[in-house]
């Protein structure tokens, strides 16, 4: 008897000598969703987080372009093919993402409108000068902002309307996010965390327990530690994109009802495991009354953290599960 456990403890030696202890890796990228990435992983070695790293980046990059509203790519239909008239096959993930946003758009009663682009892209170009929009041009523009006038028929897309533009800038993050992690887990990472421009996923735990991802402070600093494994968490804030004319701020997340920056929050953090719906409820319920965004939360059963203008805190229940 004595000697099959000794046998037993020298086979379990062996085989867990096979996978040596699981280390921390990370890597950052610059050159993708015009932000910062960073991939965090426990790996047993250097050569398989660089396999993993070099896969995120690859995909990051394949679906950055294909969001991409501003440059074009030999070979490649993509969101500004779109927006330029050109028709022909796009790519699957273009067609989903945009079914995906309708779906959005009607949930959130117009909230989140990817057909914003013409509005969009007279509040970007306005943000590069420094300078407010014309108010009447703001209203003309929104003439041809009707997410109806998006078509998808299998991998054909159709804008009805050639003054219409789409533009992908609150739900290509976070769906790149979600998309790559499915990838990263396709490959065999289990402990993991991807954080696209703070649009972050977790997968698994550290050796040491949860992830811990800090929500930050729109004055800066950290609001709230929550400790997550599974989830993704992202925020959409005031404080992201900005500028100053005559001392009032003008950030970038636009109410589709006045077309104004939305004026009710500073920041609103959503917590829900998806990582493309978190992104899309972060920048509705951003435009929404506290009421109809909890509505829409409780219709996902996510979790959201509102910071209102005054810097109250607003938790939904299920926050304080996560809170460290
Ligand atoms: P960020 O991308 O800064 O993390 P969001 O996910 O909230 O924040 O997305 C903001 C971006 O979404 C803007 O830069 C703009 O491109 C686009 N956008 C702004 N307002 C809206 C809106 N109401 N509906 C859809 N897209 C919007
Ligand atoms: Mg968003």
Redesign the pocket.
Known sequence: MKRVFVILIAALTVLSGCKAAPKRFSASYTDVFDTVTDFTAYCSSQEEFDRLSKAAHEELLRLHRIFDIYNTYDGLNNAKSLNDGVSGEYPKELCEIIGLSKQWYSESDG????A?GSV?SLWHDCREAKVLPDADELKSRSAHCDIDGITVDGRNIRLSDSMMSI?L??VA?GYAAQKTAELLESLGAENFALSV??NVVTRGKKPSGNWEIGIQSPDGGILMTLSVSGESIVT?GDY??FYEVDGVIYH?????KNLWPASLWRSVTVIFEDSSTA?AL??AL??LPYEDGAKLLEKYGAEAVWVSKDGEITCSEGVAKYEK
């Open positions: 909230a989140l409108n990817i914003l969009l533009d800038g609150a993050k421009g703070g959409s992201q994109r970038h997340i636009i109410d589709p992104d972060s920048t951003f435009c």
